[in-house]
Structures are given as structure tokens and as C-alpha cells.
């Protein structure tokens, strides 16, 4: 079977840095991508990792540890217009297949 | 054109009606998704087409027959559905397999079954 886990909510003050978990257990893992969605609106791709390390790109980097089947997403300089639901979304057997954790929602307070 | 577009945004239909949801995307990618969404769930993976074919079906239904008549436009039938299909369905495009298949989601169709 497969399982994702990431934390179901987070809260941060603006101009912080927060960071979230996704730890998974899939067969024919590929790579780990992250989306974000606003309340109401479409996922829309953040970052990819496709191999160990961490990716920067601009206030938001993710990391990924083949090894430990974690990987997590980094967003700094928090704004008010990062509140929104955050997800892990590997991809499996590079059969373009592509599913989506539960979702971590987080709130940014001023 | 980065664009993913679903029509229509809104769909209300009775459990004995016949509709279809449309996607269009012009990018010239070779796999398209669609997703269902419940209220403050993740998109579930439904099908997945790659150049056309049909690659993945997670197990969805038969009153849900999805089709793909070239390579910009994937279309959802819809038949007999039940009130708990009500959702945002979404319809996705991406590149290739290969490496970072970044996904490009459409605005969603909300349909509301009655």
C-alpha cells in the first residue's frame, strides 16, 4: 500500500520560516513534488525533487532524503498570501502518476 | 500558454442526466489527468491518459468513462451519478515522465448532483 503523512495544519507569523513534513511509503517512487492551493483556487506546482538534496527556488526550497523517505518544504520571509494548503504529491513508476498527501493548511498570522 | 481550461466551471445535473466535463490545453503535453476533490480533501488521482491511451484508472466507477480525442482535449462522461460524486473535479497536463512532471491544473469543474 501507500501512505503519506504530513502534518494536517501549521501556523507562523509573518516574516518567519516554516517548514513542512512529508514522510511517505510508495512503491515505484519517482520523485517528490510540492503544490500549493488557495481556498477555492487550483494546485499550482511549487518545487520538484528528483534527487536527494535540497532545490531553491526563490522564498520556498524542499528537500528530499531517498534514503529516510522524507522530504520537506521550506518557505521563508513568510506573506499573508502564503495561507493556504500545502501538499506532497509523489510521483510513482515515472507512469506519470502523481498523488497528492492530505494536505498540510497553514495560517499565517500578522 | 500555460493554461489548463475546464468548461463548464459549474455544473448542476439530476442523477439521471448525461453530461461531460472538457479540458483543453494547448502546451503539447502528452499526459492529462483528471482529479476529483472533496471539501478540505486532496485531489484524488481518477485517470490518467499518456499520449492518448489511457494508462491509469484508480478504480473509478463506470458512470465516470473519461475519453481523449486528440492530444489537447480530454473530456469526463458522466452518467447515473450519485449525490456523494458531487466535487470539484480538476483536469491536469504535464510533459513527461521522465523528470520533473510538473503538473498544470485547470480552474476545476464543481458539480453538484441532485
Known amino acids: 500500500g501507500q501512505s503519506l503523512e504530513q502534518p494536517s495544519e501549521v501556523t507562523a507569523v509573518e516574516g518567519a520560516i516554516v517548514q513542512i513534513n512529508c514522510t511517505y511509503q510508495t512503491s515505484g517512487f519517482y520523485g517528490l513534488s510540492w503544490y500549493q492551493q488557495h481556498d477555492g483556487g487550483a494546485p499550482t506546482f511549487l518545487s520538484y525533487n528528483g534527487l536527494d538534496g535540497l532545490e531553491e527556488t526563490g522564498r520556498f526550497s524542499s528537500f528530499l532524503s531517498r534514503s529516510d523517505s522524507y522530504g520537506y518544504l521550506l518557505l521563508q520571509e513568510l506573506q499573508m498570501k502564503d495561507s493556504a494548503s500545502y501538499f506532497c504529491a509523489p510521483n510513482l513508476n515515472r507512469d506519470d502518476k502523481i498523488i497528492f498527501g492530505k494536505g498540510t493548511r497553514l495560517h499565517i498570522l500578522p | 500558454d500555460t493554461e489548463v481550461t475546464q468548461t463548464p466551471k459549474h455544473l448542476v445535473m439530476g442523477m439521471t442526466n448525461k453530461k461531460s466535463l472538457k479540458c483543453e490545453q494547448h502546451?503539447?503535453?502528452?499526459?492529462m489527468y483528471w482529479y476529483k476533490q472533496k471539501a478540505k480533501k486532496p485531489p484524488e488521482l481518477m485517470f490518467v491518459?499518456?499520449?492518448?491511451?489511457?494508462?491509469i484508472n484508480e478504480s473509478v466507477p463506470s458512470r465516470f468513462s473519461p475519453e481523449c480525442p486528440n492530444s489537447s482535449l480530454l473530456n469526463l462522461h458522466l452518467h447515473a451519478l450519485q449525490p456523494e460524486d458531487s466535487a470539484l473535479y480538476l483536469c491536469?497536463?504535464?510533459?513527461?515522465?521522465?523528470?520533473?512532471?510538473?503538473?498544470?491544473f485547470g480552474q476545476g469543474t464543481r458539480l453538484t448532483v441532485v
Open positions: 491536469a497536463s504535464s510533459q513527461d515522465g521522465t523528470g520533473n512532471t510538473e503538473a498544470f
Open positions: 491518459y499518456s499520449y492518448e491511451k489511457l494508462s
Open positions: 502546451m503539447g503535453h502528452r499526459a
